[in-house]
């Protein structure tokens, strides 16, 4: 299973699309949860964020993360599922994830040293995750 920890709720219809499009293809290849909190402070979004985690990996989107190719990310979410039935990702909010967080993840993922706004930015977490279960399971998918 996938969980999406996601600070701050999708407001633009169309993003929202998105996501539904891309949850509706992940749904083929496992189970897929998302968890929207209220933006406040880093310290409430530390708080809302920890009650959420438990025994599962924890990928935490951070800008100093380690980025990845397609690919690599892929065999990394394999490898994962592996040994762990339970992956969470964590999308912060606009100020990014508290210490904490980062330090009780268990790998810190960048996408870009960019900044996106949240809202886009679930959209190509969505994307990511469904482009590596097309690559795991030898599916074809556009470059």
Request: proline fraction near 1%; charged fraction near 30%.
């Amino acid at each position: 299973m996938i969980k999406i920890i996601c600070v701050g709720k999708l407001k633009e219809q169309y993003l929202k699309e998105a996501c539904f499009e891309y949850i509706k293809r992940i749904n083929k290849y496992t189970k897929l949860e998302i968890i929207e909190l209220k933006d406040s402070n880093i310290l409430e979004e530390k708080d809302q964020i920890l009650k959420y985690l438990h025994k599962e990996y924890i990928i935490a989107l951070d800008i100093n993360g380690d980025i990845l190719d397609s690919p690599t990310l892929a065999k990394k979410i394999d490898n994962i599922l592996l040994t762990n039935s339970n992956i969470t990702f964590i999308i912060g909010g606009s100020d990014g994830l508290h210490a904490d967080i980062k330090k009780h993840s268990d790998f810190c993922l960048s996408f870009s040293k960019l900044t996106f706004p949240h809202q886009l930015f679930r959209v190509m977490l969505l994307e990511q995750l469904y482009r590596s279960f097309k690559i795991n399971n030898n599916e074809t998918y556009h470059k």
